[in-house]
């Protein structure tokens, strides 16, 4: 199981993290991913890090603004959103699969284990 956590509302070019826990695990050996649903829409990918290495993959719309990292001492995987659009607005979703490689994955049927979501609202 996953927990999101740090979403909110924020205005145009600000910033947010969030946060991925795990419920009594570590995701130290899990490849991690952030997705995004926006109103009216698919889910979309956003980041995507691996299991070992951290090597990251981010969404075009992101490049550049978002950061997915792993907190080794928090035992959580966190997305660190700068220069927030309006368009960033959509409830966020960690997702985890196990893997002990230098993948990431950005297909969602490639995760088994997903967290309930955490709505950020980029507005003024």
């Known amino acids: 199981q996953l927990a999101e956590s740090g979403g909110g509302l924020v205005q145009p070019g600000g910033s947010l993290i969030l946060s991925c826990a795990p419920t009594?695990?570590?995701?130290?050996?899990?490849?991690v991913a952030w997705f995004r649903q926006a109103p009216g829409k698919g889910r979309e990918p956003v980041a995507c890090?691996?299991?070992?290495?951290?090597?990251?993959n981010y969404a075009d719309s992101v490049k550049g603004r978002f950061t997915i990292f792993r907190d080794h001492a928090k035992n959580t995987v966190d997305l660190r959103m700068n220069s927030l659009k309006p368009e960033d607005t959509a409830i966020y979703y960690c997702a985890a699969r196990i893997e002990y490689g230098t993948n990431w994955f950005i297909d969602e049927d490639e995760y088994d284990y997903w967290g309930q979501g955490a709505q950020v609202t980029v507005s003024s």
């Open positions: 009594g695990d570590t995701l130290d050996d899990y490849a």
């Open positions: 890090i691996s299991s070992s290495a951290d090597n990251t």
